[in-house]
């Protein structure tokens, strides 16, 4: 027998009394021979970075699921005997999975330049819109100022926002801002989940841009949809039946009162999502006004 054929057999001879590993080794820069299990949540990144049309930021996946960005076109008031509820400049929009259909978390970037332009038939509308622009430049300087007591949106919106909470200035990279969760309503009824949002509003430190973005958000203690009962109010004891006029707006004062003074006390993680995640978007947000003019 061979001198190399005697090494191998008794190498063999002893590995068998020895339990020796006769596997090869895997370098650590090579993988593991077995793929290692991972969950479904860790194979979704905690992160994305988005960057479109001089807009970018970054934003957690996982809450906010994917995003449809694009821009979309000038809508001009036609009539200005019309309501302008389909009238808009050009914006930058992104819309995020998290929401429902008519209400989905979303970021919009306008040209302040542009309102002028897209509701020109109608002078009146104009000189509102110019107005808003002034009072929410005023916002951002002194979050506690409102105007009609509402906070100025400059989005056509035939609705109406019933409380603040949570205000406070949130400046972003790009500029200057306010951030608050508000219920918003077309008539009267109880307050759900439903309406509830946690919205920015912005203004770019060059003046050029005007941002808004939001979130739906849900609370524990609220019930979802709309209530015909809420711990112990109904639609009728609240709206309808009161001796006065005097009385029955303090009832409902009250009852406004009573649950944006719970939604204050709340923390960040008791909304839903995490308000916190919303704020990382805001924070990260840059928008570069020359670059989207551009484009």
Known sequence: MSTVLTYVFFVAI???FLACDLKPTVRSNEGTLEPKAESVEELVLSEATVAFEGVSFSYDPRVFGDVKKEVVPERKLEDPTHKPDFATPEYISFEFELGKELRKARIAVYSLDDFDDAFAVSPPYVK???ENIANLKKV????TLRFDRQIPHL???DASDDFYVKVRKFNFPSGSGIIFVKRWSIEADLISNQNLIYRFEGITSDGKSYLTAETPVRVAFLPEGSPDEFEGYTHENLYKGNASEKAAEARIDEYIRSIS???????LNEYTPNLEKFEAIISSLKIDSGQSREQ
């Not at 003074?261 to 923390?267: A, D, N, Q, V």
Request: aromatic share 10%; net charge neutral; glycine share 4%.
């Open 140 to 143: 951002l300087k002194d979050p």
């Open 261 to 267: 003074t719970r939604l204050e006390k709340l923390g």
């Open 128 to 130: 509102y819109l110019n």
């Open 14 to 16: 002893a590995c068998v």
């Open 155 to 157: 989005e056509y919106a």
